[in-house]
């Protein structure tokens, strides 16, 4: 039997297994993402329960098995993401940051910078920072976990690093603007965009303070990096979907908002 050993972790997902106990998955900085198997978690006062609550981090006591299911002992440390946990909108985002992870590498993995970036991101979206453009930073700078390594630094045929650019699937990466002819195929897309997204893949969650983008550029973002990850990774998340819906609800409130208001003044 393995011996007992402890790592940081973050909550990946919990489902349940049978009536009393669930399946826990959690992406350990020691040992990758590890899926457990957690008897009784359904038990009232069961000590475990608050460490494998969603959107939880904790240091996790168990045996971690390289095959099958692993075992979880205890935990201490727990740290929940308690605004995460309230807010149904920042969730939304935390979700599909933790999916993607998921996606990213194999379980068994070890990727402590990956692991540092999560919870980084994280830590973020519960200090209250603007949660698109997280999920931006991380969409891009995790790109390279799926087999994908674009060039935003310089032009990719003259290496010139000032001006405009598009970005170009002929080149995989960004052209300036005097060598757009050269890819008819490519984006087409807003400098300022393309500018903010060179930005993202190489700034540091440590060095944010404070950044506001307008709603339209924040949309012209998103059309670009769903097209990189429509081309270039091809995974369709629910939690994705779910954004999408959730924001064209936002969108029809604040219609209805506008459209009482209008009502209410004439």
Not at 257 to 266: F, H, I, L, S, W
Request: glycine share 4%; charged share 25%.
């Amino acid at each position: 039997m393995k011996n007992v050993v402890e790592s940081k972790g973050i909550i990946l997902f919990t489902k349940d297994y049978k009536e009393k106990d669930k399946l826990v998955k959690i992406f350990t900085e020691s040992s990758g993402k590890l899926m457990f198997f957690v008897k009784g978690a359904h038990r009232k006062n069961n000590p475990l329960t608050p460490a494998i609550m969603p959107y939880t981090k904790a240091t996790y006591m168990g045996r971690f098995n390289e095959e099958g299911l692993s075992f979880l002992n205890g935990a201490k440390y727990v740290s929940p993401y308690l605004m995460i946990q309230k807010d149904i909108f920042i969730a939304a985002y935390a979700t599909y940051l933790l999916n993607l992870c998921d996606a990213a590498i194999e379980d068994r993995v070890y990727d402590p910078n990956l692991y540092t970036f999560l919870e980084q991101a994280l830590d973020h979206l519960e200090d209250g920072k603007d949660p698109e453009i997280i999920t931006n930073i991380f969409e891009i700078q995790i790109l390279q976990r799926f087999g994908t390594a674009f060039n935003w630094h310089s032009c990719q045929i003259c290496s010139e690093t000032r001006g405009k650019f598009d970005f170009s699937p002929k080149y995989h990466g960004i052209l300036c603007e005097r060598h757009f002819s050269e890819d008819r195929r490519r984006y087409g897309a807003d400098p300022l965009a393309i500018h903010l997204i060179r930005q993202f893949s190489q700034i540091s969650y440590q060095d944010i303070q404070s950044i506001k983008l307008k709603k339209e550029t924040k949309q012209l973002i998103r059309q670009i990096i769903d097209q990189l990850y429509e081309e270039y990774v091809g995974i369709h998340l629910k939690s994705k979907k779910f954004i999408e819906q959730m924001n064209e609800w936002g969108q029809i409130m604040q219609r209805d908002a506008q459209t009482q208001e209008k009502q209410e003044n004439d």
